[in-house]
């Protein structure tokens, strides 16, 4: 398993436009991925479970996924968290 500790850098957080995207990005994989954050873990590849996180710009998320291609899924997740216009 992978994990990477990131803080939220998108504009508006995660609103229903990111999060679209990032569940595109994170179904590229086929490993599981999972964003964390306080006691909460949500698939990253379920629109439903990402818009309940609510997570606004500056938030802090662990990035998790396992499977034969973690660690560029994480870096990939990594990347979409942090552009500044998303």
Request: charged share 20%; glycine share 8%; no cysteine.
């Amino acid at each position: 398993m992978t994990k990477k500790t990131v803080n939220i850098q998108l504009e508006n957080g995660l609103d229903t436009r990111p999060v679209a995207h990032l569940v595109q990005v994170a179904s590229q994989f086929r490993s599981d991925v999972y964003l964390e954050t306080g006691s909460r873990r949500v698939n990253a590849k379920s629109i439903m479970g990402m818009m309940t996180l609510g997570l606004d710009t500056g938030s802090e998320v662990t990035i998790a996924a396992n499977g034969e291609d973690e660690g560029d899924a994480v870096a990939q997740l990594e990347a979409f968290l942090n552009r500044a216009n998303a």
